[in-house]
């Protein structure tokens, strides 16, 4: 009973301790406001680069460059960042993104009315248009650098995101010669590598809000350094967009 005692009394002891401690690191965060946490999201606008050692890709570069073009994506998550100072940011986060890019096939197959007439039931191909989908989770470890002390200051960011592939599809939109459409996705199975490298570079806005409370704005870009394929054409994805984030001041 004895021992039962002391076990209680020490048990509590510590309880509150390890509480006047969870307090004191709480109460030091919230005075410094060391750290924040937000939501963000951004409209991207993506594309591909590509490259290639052999004279002979090059008519097939040339042949892409002119059917393949950018296409809209997005990106969404959180993000965390610590205040080493009042010039200097470190961050992390996690995000959920598509990029890609879309290949449009214009007058594939233009019948002449002598042929083919209207009342044909043919369903030759008029138009298609091809959406790439490249769906990432995105992990961006950055150094925020920031100027001015006043309700709005001026931020600026380098660092390496690791880019891990999670799905690839295709959005197949078809026009045949008499108007009809029809739209399809799939998925592709093709053995891209899965996880990429893509170094970024931001530029932006801070406007503290009420409170702990503060809005961003943040035009970024960034590049995949790994091709999509280890083939003799080289494919890098590429994106652009602005980064809107709302974060809470801990």
Request: charged share 15%; proline share 4%.
């Amino acid at each position: 009973m004895r021992m039962k005692k002391i076990f209680t009394s020490i048990s509590l002891i510590f309880t509150l301790f390890s509480f006047a401690q969870i307090s004191g690191v709480t109460d030091t965060l919230s005075k410094n406001k060391k750290i924040l946490i937000g939501v963000c999201f951004s409209p991207d606008y993506c594309y591909r680069a590509l490259k290639s050692d052999a004279i002979y890709s090059s008519y097939g570069i040339s042949f892409r460059d002119q059917i393949e073009k950018p296409k809209f994506g997005y990106s969404i998550g959180i993000r965390g960042i610590y205040k080493a100072s009042d010039l200097v940011e470190l961050e992390m986060g996690i995000l959920y993104t598509n990029k890609g890019y879309r290949s449009n096939y214009g007058n594939t197959y233009t019948p002449l009315p002598q042929i083919v007439p209207a009342s044909s039931s043919s369903n030759a191909l008029l138009a298609e248009q091809i959406i790439y989908n490249f769906y990432y989770l995105d992990i961006p470890v950055k150094v925020n650098f920031i100027c001015g002390k006043g309700k709005i200051r001026f931020i600026t960011g380098l660092g390496l995101v690791i880019n891990a592939l999670v799905l690839t599809t295709s959005r197949d939109d078809l026009t045949d010669m008499y108007g009809n459409s029809s739209q399809g996705t799939f998925n592709i199975s093709t053995n891209f590598n899965k996880i990429n490298l893509s170094p970024m570079i931001s530029i932006g806005l801070e406007n503290k809000l009420h409170g702990r409370m503060s809005l961003r704005a943040e035009p970024y870009f960034q590049y995949g350094v790994l091709p999509l394929l280890n083939t003799t054409v080289k494919e890098n994805l590429w994106n652009a967009g602005l980064r809107i984030s709302m974060l809470y001041h801990l």
